[in-house]
């Protein structure tokens, strides 16, 4: 329609379409941060961060590599680590 190459456009789609409920994930965390910054306790999402990013590169190897999901694959990493913030979070605060 624009010129795009329709193997590019179909990939963006699903990718896109795959992602939203990480991203829905991160507005969350997002939302608990700053809040916790607001109360001085920045210290527990910056480590719940340092312990996904990790993880987050070790599901992206294994689901493009390993699994040769491709584009499919990164979105699925980043839901596992969106969620995975988000439940880390959320059981902290409710210890």
Request: net charge negative; hydrophobic share 55%.
């Amino acid at each position: 329609m624009l010129g795009q190459n329709s193997k590019a456009a179909e990939e963006c789609q699903i990718y896109l379409r795959m992602i939203l409920p990480a991203l829905y994930m991160d507005c969350i965390f997002d939302s608990f941060e700053v809040f916790l910054t607001a109360m001085e306790k920045s210290y527990l999402p910056m480590m719940i961060q340092i312990v996904s990013i990790p993880l987050h590169v070790f599901w992206c190897y294994l689901f493009t590599q390993e699994q040769q999901l491709g584009i499919t694959g990164i979105a699925i990493a980043q839901m596992l680590t969106s969620t995975l913030r988000v439940a880390i979070l959320y059981a902290l605060l409710n210890i």
